[in-house]
Nanobody, 121 residues
């Protein structure tokens, strides 16, 4: 079973919205998972953190560049992670990845295959 599968990417104009989803396997969304996150990577750039959410407490964290525009959420029953993206900008164009981090680990070690988001001016 593929641990993480993203969907919802697409081509939109600046100012529009998209919602990304990440369907997680039972193992990826288990009680040993501490945090779930979204990262993105634009062409010729390093992968960067976008947002994260604690699996148990729901506490969230965001990159400064998306504060007030993006909202991360999860549905534990459906084992799904979401990223609501509003007021999109051309600079948000990237491949978006979801990832999970286990308790006791310092890095996100399980990754999805990514979904492309393209924002035109």
């Amino acid at each position: 079973q593929v641990p993480l599968v993203e969907s919802g990417g697409g081509l939109v104009r600046a100012g529009e919205s998209l919602t990304l989803s990440c369907a997680a396997s039972s193992r990826a969304f288990s009680g040993s998972t501490m945090s779930l996150a979204w990262f993105r990577q634009a062409p010729d750039q390093e992968r960067e953190f976008v947002a994260s959410i604690s699996r148990n407490t729901g506490a969230t964290s965001y990159a400064d560049s998306v504060v007030g525009r993006f909202t991360i959420s999860k549905d534990n029953a459906k084992q799904t992670l979401f990223l609501q993206m509003d007021l999109l900008r051309p600079g948000d164009t990237a491949v978006y990845y979801c990832a999970t981090k286990k308790f006791g680990r310092s890095a996100y070690e399980t990754w999805g295959q990514g979904t492309q988001v393209t924002v035109t001016a």
